[in-house]
């Protein structure tokens, strides 16, 4: 007996002694430099909720949806925000890469100038000048905005530039309007002007497509399935508690970043991102529960207007999955 209770002990104490198993580092790239839309990663990361989850989270900026795209088909980074449209246009050439969860379901693209311009429909961008960015994914889908608006190329002047170009040319006047997201371009104006700006959302005239959401490498989701669905898991109630939360979920931004943005313009970033999360169809549900139909209207309408491969209506499904969200009240 005294050598059973001797050898129960020297297991107890080795366990003791054991180190508490480490959580899984995680490398989420974003899509670009910080704004309010990114929020919730650095709150959930703040509030412990990925750690609560075993994972210990690292964010990283990014350069573009198209560059994050790569880095997560590489695998040098595991998880990717970035823009659907864009993945999709990588996947479907073979990039193995596929969206775990969309979080924008509403699109934020629209045409955006100062409000004290009073440009608040359609209408009022004739005779203006719009700047753009050649080949982005605004100025792809441009052309259907015109379309169902009822406007030609030739009711308006176009100046083209990259991103910081085209902001420029609205904020020194050269332009009226550019074509930006609801959220990250707006408050770059406001940030660098004071004055407010008013965007002619594109979702307002019947273009109905996904925006943003988390992709991964598909060979890391089949041998990361267990960690996938806890990653997914931590993100949904990361956006849920910064959705009750939008300053404080702002604030956590520039608490890890402190040159990352104005903390009114942030928040305010962050507000405008909110409504986009859900559509009619998912306003009962949790985040990055998109459906079919809306992933499929996207398809259809990126293969029309937004240059993407004909072959990818053929399977819709391949470019995204829900398997690994967690379920309701989970």
């Known amino acids: 007996m005294k050598r059973w209770i001797g050898a129960v002990s020297v297991v107890l104490m080795t366990f003791a002694a054991m180190p508490a198993q480490a959580a899984d580092k995680v490398v989420l790239m974003l899509n670009w430099y910080v704004y309010g839309e990114h929020a919730p990663f650095y709150y959930g990361k703040a509030k412990g909720i990925y750690a609560a989850e075993g994972i210990d989270l690292e964010i990283q900026e990014g350069r573009g949806s198209a560059a994050t795209t790569q880095a997560v088909a590489a695998k040098t980074a595991d998880f990717g925000y970035v823009d659907v449209p864009t993945m999709m246009r990588a996947a479907i050439k073979g990039a193995p890469v596929v969206a775990t969860g969309v979080l924008l379901q509403t699109s934020p693209m629209s045409a955006m100038g100062f409000a004290d311009k009073n440009i608040r429909k359609p209408e009022d961008i004739k005779g203006k000048t719009v700047a753009i960015t050649p080949a982005d994914s605004m100025t792809q889908i441009w052309p259907l905005f015109l379309k169902k608006t009822g406007l030609k190329e030739s009711d308006f002047k176009t100046v083209a530039g990259d991103g910081q170009t085209k902001l420029n040319a609205v904020i020194n006047g050269q332009a009226d309007l550019l074509l930006g997201y609801v959220m990250d371009q707006s408050m770059k104006i406001k940030d660098a002007t004071g004055k407010d700006v008013y965007p002619i959302k594109f ?63 942030l928040t305010q970033g962050f507000e405008l991102t909110i409504p986009l999360y859900r559509t009619a169809e998912t306003k009962s549900k949790r985040p990055f529960q998109v459906t079919d139909q809306n992933m499929t209207e996207t398809v259809n309408l990126l293969v029309e207007y937004g240059g993407l491969d004909a072959k990818a209506k053929e399977n819709p499904k391949a470019f995204y999955t829900n398997d690994y969200l967690p379920k309701s009240g989970s």
Do not use: C, H, W
């Open 203 to 265: 979702a307002d005239y019947g273009i109905n497509m996904v925006s943003s959401g988390i992709i991964a490498n598909t060979d890391y989701v089949k041998a990361n399935a267990d960690l996938v669905r806890r990653f997914m898991s931590a993100t949904t109630k990361a956006v849920e508690a910064a959705e009750k939360e939008p300053k404080a979920a702002a604030q956590s931004i520039l608490d890890a970043n402190p040159k990352g943005g104005k903390i009114d313009t």
